[in-house]
């Protein structure tokens, strides 16, 4: 079954999945080395132990349009048609990423729309290095999450054709899907509470430890020489003291 469609299976979009792939796309597939070494007679759960070899994604590279692992490997899935729950291990798991991007992959191709929202935003929250190799068969590096940006935006990823899914906003409006909620909202609202406490404590006034009267009455006392008192200081504080009792002031 290596380089022969598989006829029985789920037909997805009104035609074999094995077509989603353009045919001279699988013709590199079909000619390459890793497919006719690796890839004859695989089941699901080899495919599993041949994704946790892979060292980086792609689709065709170099100038004879050489086909990837990861490229043949997806087709095989195409081939295989695992079970929905199969697939979903695939990206649940953490522990080999290039096995959660074959999955992811194969989810974008195959799954409905609702189902392509529901399983792929959660990996926005992954950050993990990937290895691409582009066309010019050199490798560049990318992270998980701008890998899932790709499959959900661009229309043709991997040199594959990817199918059409409506925006998340028209799903939301007939209530098939809820409204997104991204992990950086809870942060960012974190933010703007400490950005207000902020505010609020530069509006506050600092308490003084002089007050203002004192400090100006302090400054407008002439300054005395020597640090002694004189007769006509003891005069002035004795008729304060005697206004405050209600006493006539002292003559000088």
């Not at 979009?13 to 080395?33: A, D, F, M």
């Not at 490798?139 to 991997?158: A, G, P, T, V």
């Not at 300054?223 to 002035?236: F, H, L």
Request: glycine content about 6%; proline content about 4%.
């Amino acid at each position: 079954m290596a380089n022969r469609l598989q006829r029985e299976g789920a037909v997805v979009r009104g035609r074999n999945p094995q077509n989603l792939i353009e045919k001279i796309i699988k013709t590199r597939i079909y000619e390459s080395v890793y497919w006719k070494e690796q890839c004859f007679g695989l089941a699901t759960e080899n495919v599993i132990d041949k994704g946790a070899e892979l060292r980086f994604i792609g689709g065709v590279y170099g100038g004879n349009f050489k086909a990837t692992p990861f490229l043949c490997l997806t087709l095989k899935l195409l081939q295989l048609q695992p079970e929905k729950e199969i697939i979903v291990e695939f990206i649940r798991q953490e522990d080999f990423k290039y096995i959660r991007a074959l999955g992811a992959y194969y989810i974008r191709l195959t799954f409905t729309p609702v189902e392509i929202y529901k399983y792929l935003e959660p990996l926005y929250n992954d950050f993990r290095k990937l290895r691409y190799m582009n066309k010019e068969g050199r490798f560049e590096l990318i992270h998980m999450d701008e890998f899932i940006d790709n499959l959900m935006r661009k229309e043709h990823y991997l040199d594959i054709k990817l199918p059409q899914i409506p925006r998340r906003q028209a799903l939301e409006e007939i209530d098939q899907l809820d409204l997104y909620s991204s992990v950086l909202d809870a942060e960012l609202d974190k933010i703007d509470v400490s950005d207000s406490d902020d505010d609020e404590k530069r509006k506050k006034p600092k308490p003084r430890l002089v007050s203002r009267k004192r400090s100006r009455s302090r400054s407008r006392s002439p300054k005395r020489r020597g640090g002694k008192k004189t007769e006509e200081d003891e005069i002035a504080e004795a008729n304060a003291l005697r206004v405050k009792l209600g006493l006539a002031p002292l003559e000088r």
